[in-house]
């Protein structure tokens, strides 16, 4: 072998080596990260939902409060059809939190009575929105700090039944921009809540997810891994429309959520989350199908 052809063959086989530990190392990427699949996408159809979230090999499933409408009064026969997908209930959307002092205890009781039906599914997390975001004006860090106030409370007594509350950022709610968010989650008792850091709305809140994610290492208690695109072809004259997307098909820098995810050693649940087919030609599952593939091609989870 000539001195060039050697050299070029040890440069090839270097490439090689360095390509399949780059596959290996992600692979092993974070080991402990729990994934799971939310049912938001089948639009109610749970039973559905969970059959196919299984064949895709997720583990967990996130149920919203209409399977509480549906199975309050026979939880036994929800917790079987997840029993028999193999399935945990990673995380259960409890809904709204009211920051009005009048609505304080029948909010408190509302996510209560949900984490009842979360324990009794063998679910022990549940999850908080708000709709007091004033549609006139920004809001006040009072109203920001109230709402931290009333989840403390919340989670309290949701820790006596053993199931975590969690505050999600959401946009068009209390906790859009980044600096909501902070002031939100430094008003929270970590003792009692933790934040479900949504990548897809904090992105379109103006924030970095990946940064977020070391800022809030000691409080995250559970993490929505979704895309979102912005602006829109369709609407040219909305720069701020989007839409939820596959992952991979939209704007957050997923890749760079993950390897700080690596670095903080995440171990709980990442539910990945679509809230609607974006074209109308796909079923849910060929939605899941495609951020899917790119965990495994572009994350190299191994599901
Ligand atoms: O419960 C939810 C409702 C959706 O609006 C949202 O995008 C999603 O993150 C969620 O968890």
Do not use: C
């Not at 992952?247 to 700080?260: P, R, S, T, Y």
């Amino acid at each position: 072998m000539s001195e060039i052809s050697r050299r070029d063959f040890l440069y090839q086989a270097g490439l090689l080596a360095s390509a399949s530990l780059f596959s290996f190392e992600s692979q092993a990427k974070v080991p402990n990260l729990q994934l799971a699949y939310s049912a938001i996408t089948w639009g109610g159809k749970d039973l559905d939902a969970m059959k196919d979230i299984t064949s895709l090999g997720f583990k967990g499933v996130q149920l919203r409060a209409n399977a509480y409408d549906t199975y309050k009064t026979k939880v036994q026969e929800l917790k079987e059809v997840i029993a028999s997908n193999s399935l945990s209930l990673a995380m259960f959307s409890s809904g709204n939190v009211e920051i009005d002092p009048a609505k304080e205890a029948s909010t408190i009781d509302y996510h209560v009575a949900h984490a009842s039906f979360v324990k009794a599914l063998g679910g022990n997390a549940i999850q908080l929105t708000n709709s007091v975001r004033p549609k006139d004006r920004l809001p006040t860090t009072e109203e920001l700090k109230r709402l931290a106030f009333v989840m403390n409370e919340i989670g309290k007594q949701t820790a006596d039944l053993g199931v975590q509350a969690v505050y999600h950022n959401h946009m068009h709610q209390l906790g859009e921009t980044p600096e909501e968010v902070d002031i939100i989650v430094q008003a929270m008792n970590p003792k009692y809540m933790k934040l479900l850091l949504d990548v897809a709305h904090y992105h379109q809140g103006g924030g970095i997810p990946a940064k977020a994610v070391l800022q809030y290492k000691d409080i995250i208690g559970a993490l929505h891994i979704k895309d979102v695109k912005s602006p829109l072809a369709d609407k040219p004259n909305d720069p701020k429309a989007y839409k939820f997307v596959e992952l991979g098909q939209g704007n957050v820098d997923l890749k760079a959520v993950f390897d700080n995810l690596q670095k903080i050693k995440y171990n709980k649940w990442a539910i990945v989350e679509l809230d609607g087919v974006p074209e109308k030609t796909r079923t849910p599952l060929q939605s899941a199908e495609i951020s899917k593939a790119f965990l495994k091609d572009t994350i190299g989870f191994k599901i």
